[in-house]
């Protein structure tokens, strides 16, 4: 079968194709042996998301699965790094990474993404690009206490002292998802460890059948 294209114009680009391969998506699930998805964590800065992202991520690689972890400050080290913290530059931060984790779950790979991604409508949104119910959203509600308390890079003290402007928590808002797949939180004032988290992931993954081809 021949590679196909199509012509269409997208937001800014006119007369551009859409390029059609010979092998697809399903054929790249068949050689990983999974299916392709995107796992987005979000919560406030200091709940644990990196945290979980790691140990999933490595939980899934001694399951032989392939997985890629996006991380939010990472990736404004290179992809995002010409953005601020404006409400603007935060859509345009989600919006990309979602177009990347979009592009990881069609390559067949576990794209783990842990961004805050404080806004209701921009993580809806990459979730209404990614196909076939392939979008877990993971809600780490924790509260704001638990997370000043921890503080591990500083920033929720600089922003009480007002040297960080716009700082989700403190002078910014944090909309929690209203339908999330999974909602990870205190058991009786105790955080649960990375590993019973990773492992409420996983079972939800090995559920749905997206850990095999």
């Known amino acids: 079968m021949l590679a196909t294209s199509s012509m269409s114009a997208i937001g800014k680009s006119t007369n551009i194709f859409w390029q059609e391969c010979q092998v697809g998506k399903v054929d790249r699930e068949k050689l990983l042996k999974q299916k392709g998805c995107v796992v987005w964590i979000t919560g406030l800065s200091g709940s644990g998301k990196s945290t979980l992202a790691c140990t999933l991520g490595r939980e899934l690689h001694s399951k032989g699965k392939l ?16 953005l601020g913290f404006s409400s603007e530059d935060r859509a345009e ?4 990474v979602g177009e990347v984790a979009k592009l990881f779950s069609d390559a067949g790979l576990i794209c783990i993404a842990s961004l805050i991604s404080p806004y209701r409508k921009d993580r809806d949104s990459c979730r209404a690009i990614v196909p076939d119910s392939r979008f ?3 809600f780490m509600n924790m509260p704001l206490e638990l997370c000043e308390a921890r503080d591990a890079k500083g920033l929720y003290k600089l922003a009480r002292a007002g040297k960080i402007k716009g700082f989700t928590g403190i002078d910014d808002p944090y909309e929690p998802p209203l339908n999330c ?8 004032g105790i955080c649960p460890s990375s590993f019973s988290m990773a492992g409420q992931v996983v079972g939800y993954l090995e559920e749905k059948g997206l850990l095999q081809e």
């Open 181 to 188: 797949e999974i909602e990870i939180k205190q058991e009786n």
């Open 67 to 82: 997985t890629y972890v996006l991380d939010g400050d990472n990736l404004r080290h290179g992809l995002n790094k010409d």
């Open 93 to 96: 931060n989600i919006r990309r």
């Open 136 to 138: 877990i959203e993971v």
